[in-house]
């Protein structure tokens, strides 16, 4: 659907609303993190444009605004296209594959976690046995 070195445009991101699409490849820069791949996957509902002019770093106004392309998922949530982001068609049922893998990796990370922190009660009882 868009590759790499593609160009992001707005009538490619309009063309996306209604389609089940996956991001693996979206480096934005996150403050005080640096540039981080935030990659997603879902329904597209809509998109916003967002049109800059002014530099808060300095203070000053640019010669030429920045412009920046989000897509809202159909769960509202929002997420910033980086220019150079990768973004491919995904049917419903690869979608639903997808998310059923992360909540089962989810909830097995979680239980994980739950088995190997102790009540510090119980590690008393532990010591004392």
């Known amino acids: 659907m868009k590759q790499k070195q593609e160009?992001?445009?707005e009538n490619l991101v309009a063309g996306l609303i209604g389609q089940h699409i996956q991001v693996p490849e979206n480096m934005v820069e996150i403050p005080e993190a640096g540039k981080q791949n935030v990659?997603?996957?879902g329904r597209v509902a809509g998109y916003e444009k967002a049109v800059f002019g002014f530099n808060p770093s300095d203070g000053s106004f640019m010669e030429e605004p920045f412009t920046y392309?989000?897509?809202v998922m159909t769960d509202g949530k929002g997420y910033i296209l980086a220019e150079d982001c990768?973004?491919?068609a995904i049917t419903e049922q690869e979608?639903?594959?997808m998310l059923a893998e992360h909540v089962t990796k989810q909830?097995?990370?979680e239980s994980a976690e739950s088995s190997?922190?102790?009540d510090p009660s119980e590690a008393e009882?532990?010591?004392y046995d």
Do not use: G, P, Q
Request: aromatic share 16%; proline share 0%.
């Open 7 to 9: 160009a992001l445009t």
């Open 39 to 41: 990659w997603f996957a």
């Open 69 to 71: 392309l989000s897509v």
């Open 86 to 88: 990768c973004i491919n």
């Open 95 to 97: 979608f639903k594959d």
């Open 107 to 109: 909830s097995f990370e």
């Open 116 to 118: 190997t922190e102790v």
């Open 125 to 127: 009882a532990l010591a």
